[in-house]
């Protein structure tokens, strides 16, 4: 199990590892788009991740295309329909947008 913090909002939980961040989200009650069933063909659901990046996967291909193309990204940017909790260190993600409040 793994803490996942989510900011603006401060809600914290455990998560398993091995969840992408979309479902661990969702589970913790955070509020988040998601158009394409975790795809990364939308990009909908861009985040940031602002604590413990080691604690998530690795950038896919897929995800590096999708990012590209999205307006604001950075060198903390992730989609959560593609970032696995890998357990290391506790996360702390940063929610984007109208849904994130």
């Known amino acids: 199990m793994t803490t996942l913090t989510l900011q603006p909002s401060g809600l914290s939980g455990e998560v398993a ?24 063909s939308c990009g909908a659901c861009h985040v940031f991740v602002t604590g413990g990046r080691k604690g998530v996967s690795k950038l896919t291909p897929a995800e590096n295309a999708k990012l590209d193309t999205l307006v604001g990204i950075g060198s903390k940017s992730r989609l959560a329909c593609q970032a696995t909790i890998l357990g290391t260190e506790p996360v702390t993600v940063e929610l984007l947008g109208a849904l994130s409040g």
């Open 17 to 40: 590892d091995g969840t992408n961040l979309l479902q661990a989200i969702l589970a913790l009650g955070g509020q988040i788009a998601s158009k394409c069933g975790g795809k990364a």
